[in-house]
């Protein structure tokens, strides 16, 4: 009944409670940060990129409503594969969100930009 545990991360055996998993806080976290490194790698990397995103958005439009083109939008930094959330209109406009700023693709290369207000 006494099976010998070891330290799920350096192996070390483990002495003290019965559901010890770990010898100390080091090795703990170690695991853990090995554990989520790669999710949690690529959900940094995309909240990094809705944060420009969303920066540019705030930047072009300081006034709340304004025209702008697609140009100055990549020129910037802009990554048009990420948003929030969208938004339908009735008449069938879908409007994209990074967080309250918006964008609607109009004629050509051009956009419209929102702010949406607090509700």
């Known amino acids: 009944m006494n099976?010998?545990?070891n330290c799920l991360d350096c192996g070390e055996p483990l002495r003290g409670r019965a559901d010890k998993k770990f010898c100390n806080d080091l090795c703990r976290n170690n695991y853990n940060n090995q554990l989520n490194s790669s999710?949690?790698?690529?959900?940094?990397?995309?909240?990094?990129?809705?944060?420009?995103?969303?920066?540019?958005?705030?930047?072009l439009n300081p006034g709340?409503?304004?025209?702008t083109t697609r140009k100055k939008l990549v020129s910037k930094?802009?990554?048009?594969e990420y948003h929030t959330h969208s938004y339908q209109t009735l008449n069938g406009k879908t409007y994209?969100?990074?967080y309250e700023y918006g964008y609607l693709p109009l004629e050509g290369e051009e956009f419209l930009l929102v702010k949406r207000e607090n509700e």
Do not use: A, Q, W
């Open 39 to 59: 999710s949690y790698n690529l959900v940094r990397n995309i909240n990094n990129i809705l944060k420009r995103n969303r920066r540019i958005l705030e930047e």
């Open 64 to 67: 709340g409503k304004t025209k």
């Open 96 to 98: 994209h969100f990074c």
């Open 3 to 5: 099976e010998e545990r």
């Open 77 to 80: 930094g802009f990554d048009f």
